[in-house]
């Protein structure tokens, strides 16, 4: 599959099957793959916790959801076989940019007006979804609640210095139920007409 399929195939998959895991030898591929994503002075200020035992993934969804009856989203997504969670490392990226070619010494978040950290982890996590689009895995990209963040980062051990940008689910659909297409598409994709300013902005 060629990248212009892989991204104009690929769709968020919300509804796993439980009874097929992902080969580890093709989540190690797909791992390898995103960590060939571009970042600021080669910082690669990223890591990964894998999480595919039913255990770990339990704690996971025990840090993140409430009691009680899960709802049809958390039922669909609680299946998935493999849960990537995706961090950054700022610190990483501060004593990169203070070093002699770099030159920030004073490792100021001020000279930072986008936090590059973060947009180096989300490109390698698209990487890392169109890695599995390719490979017939299907894949969602999702948040960790605010107040969960606390509780998953003790759960399994993450340092302070790394924030949790996000988590990939990865996995088969459930051939027994449709994946459901998001209402959010009801809105329809914006044309490359209402979004590209060849030159800049005019008549503004």
Request: include cysteine; glycine fraction near 10%.
């Amino acid at each position: 599959m060629d990248v212009t399929t892989a991204v104009r195939s690929r769709r968020m998959c919300r509804r796993f099957d439980p009874e097929r895991p992902v080969p580890d030898e093709l989540l190690t591929e797909m791992l390898d793959l995103a960590v060939r994503a571009p970042s600021a002075g080669h910082t690669q200020g990223w890591e990964w916790v894998l999480l595919t035992g039913a255990r770990d993934r339990g704690r996971f969804w025990g840090a993140t959801t409430v009691g009680g009856e899960p709802d049809r989203w958390l039922r669909g997504v609680r299946a998935a076989p493999a849960l990537v969670l995706a961090l950054s490392d700022k610190d990483a990226y501060l004593d990169r940019y203070a070093e002699p070619d770099k030159g920030w010494s004073d490792r100021s978040e001020d000279d930072w007006p986008v936090p590059y950290w973060d947009t180096d982890v989300a490109m390698a996590s698209m990487i890392l979804l169109l890695a599995a689009q390719e490979r017939g895995v299907s894949q969602l990209f999702f948040g960790v609640p605010a107040g969960a963040h606390g509780p998953v980062r003790a759960a399994f051990g993450i340092p302070e210095r790394l924030r949790i940008v996000g988590v990939i689910a990865l996995g088969y659909p459930d051939p027994k139920t449709a994946n459901p297409r998001s209402p959010s598409l009801r809105r329809g994709r914006r044309r490359l007409a209402d979004v590209l300013h060849r030159g800049g902005f005019h008549g503004a």
